[in-house]
């Protein structure tokens, strides 16, 4: 049988990050709206974390922030002229697409695509499917350069990578972030979770307060473009109530990996029955069922416990799990996980700046479950160990701002300093620069 080895990718928020207010139905980017933000507090937060990760001996690769303020979006845009003349224009004219174009919302990796392992797929190749972040207008700005990045770190190891769905909402797709691969006693299920059906045929009642992102389209077709086997894939619909109490992603109340499932009783439709259905054909399948008594949806939206990190480990099952988790509620039931073996250790992490968009420990990173040969691939300037963070600290320490306000979107030098930022780091690493 062939081991896989689970990578993390992680991507690095940019110097413009600010608290837009940009995602309908995501309580914690509404509630943050215009607030100060913290692009170097961030981004440093975002190292400590894969600092912890690589501490609990998984590999980790990172992505450099996209290029943003996105000018060339704003020239598509009508803005024309050089940088400055561009911000200038669009911060008088349509300061709501300079807020788009400055987004660095591609932090959230778990969007980026969804990937299966070579080992589960019909022709026995990797493949990832670029996520087209439809729903959302400034994350979609964010697909064309990740099918770059993506391209560029996935074909030395022999991947497949697929643009983009066709960026219309009927075929949103919001990447890993509704999909999660599960394996036990021999078997894999590949799980991806949707919000809203075929418009015209969907017997079940949409949530009514926040929108559904995920279609049921979106998730057919990438599970066609990986290359799964039928009998390994599994179609499931959130709960109305889930998305409406502020769980816009799956994993905002569901994290899965191989053999472990830790899932609040109200994210699916019919969830005792898929449940079950999970357990027969996943046999030794380990599923924490938390209910709404325990934790209510509204809780697990402000904690976050259900986007914390299940990670396997030489050591056993980790969970990273957000500081907000550290006490009270969810802190009892992370103790009542360990002492059912569930986990085997907890470490907490403050991802404040993350937090304020909507983003906890699973939203920064996409998993890659790679063979060795695939891992040994992985190209060197993606690659992530403690010399590359301590370099990756310098350079944001350089270039980051502590303080940011959206008034300051429109300042040319915030636009070179992030031109600036990106060079070096591709100069330092070798990382493709992408066209600005
Ligand atoms: O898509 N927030 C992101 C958070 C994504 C979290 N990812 C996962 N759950 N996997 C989103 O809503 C906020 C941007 C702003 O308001 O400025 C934002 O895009």
Not at 39 to 60: F, S
Not at 127 to 141: E, G, I, Q, S, Y
Not at 277 to 298: H, T
Request: net charge neutral; aromatic share 6%.
């Amino acid at each position: 049988m062939i081991v896989l080895h689970e990578l993390q990718l992680d991507g690095l928020p940019g110097p413009t990050l600010f608290h837009g207010g940009l995602s309908p139905g995501n309580v914690a980017s509404q509630g943050n709206a215009g607030g100060t933000s913290s692009p170097r507090a961030a981004a440093l937060a975002t190292l400590d974390k894969i600092r912890a990760v690589l501490g609990l001996g998984m590999p980790v690769a990172v992505l450099p922030p996209l290029p943003r303020p996105d000018v060339v979006f704003l020239r598509r845009c009508g803005f024309f002229g050089d940088v400055p003349a561009v911000l200038t224009a669009a911060a008088t004219a349509a300061p709501e697409l300079l807020r788009l174009a400055s987004s660095s919302s591609f932090m959230w990796t778990a969007n980026a695509a969804t990937i299966a392992p070579s080992t589960d797929t019909e022709d026995g190749r990797l493949h990832a499917v670029v996520a087209n972040l439809a729903a959302m207008p400034h994350r979609l700005l964010e697909s064309n350069g990740r099918f770059t990045q993506l391209t560029a770190l996935l074909a030395p190891l022999g991947g497949a990578v697929h643009p983009p769905l066709p960026g219309h909402p009927a075929l949103g797709d919001e990447g890993a972030a509704n999909h999660s691969r599960l394996a036990s006693g021999g078997e894999v299920i590949h799980v991806f979770v949707h919000g809203r059906g075929f418009p015209a045929a969907d017997s079940i009642a949409a949530p009514s307060r926040y929108p559904a992102r995920q279609s049921l389209a979106g998730s057919l077709a990438v599970a066609r473009l990986l290359a799964l086997p039928a009998q390994r894939v599994l179609h499931v619909r959130q709960q109305a109530a889930a998305i409406d109490a502020g769980a816009f992603h799956n994993d905002v109340v569901m994290v899965g990996t191989r053999d472990r499932v830790l899932i609040h009783q109200q994210a699916w439709t019919d969830q005792p029955a898929v449940i079950q259905q999970l357990r027969q054909r996943l046999p030794g399948l380990r599923v924490a069922e938390i209910s709404a008594d325990d934790l209510s949806l509204a809780d697990s939206v402000a904690c976050y416990l259900f986007n914390s990190l299940l990670a396997p480990t030489p050591q056993g099952w980790a969970m990273v799990a957000p500081v907000e988790c550290a006490a009270d509620r969810p802190r009892r039931i992370i103790d009542r996980l360990l002492g059912e073996g569930f986990i085997d250790r907890v470490v907490f992490c403050d991802l404040r700046e993350s937090m304020r968009g909507g983003g906890g420990p699973a939203c920064l990173r996409l998993r890659l479950d790679l063979t060795s040969e695939e891992l040994a691939r992985v190209p060197p300037w993606a690659r992530c160990d403690s010399a590359r963070i301590n370099q990756l600290e310098s350079w944001v320490r350089r270039y980051y701002r502590d303080r940011l306000l959206p008034a300051d979107l429109s300042d040319p030098a915030l636009a070179a300093e992030s031109a600036a930022a990106l060079a070096e780091y591709s100069a330092v690493t070798g990382a493709p620069l992408l066209p600005e």
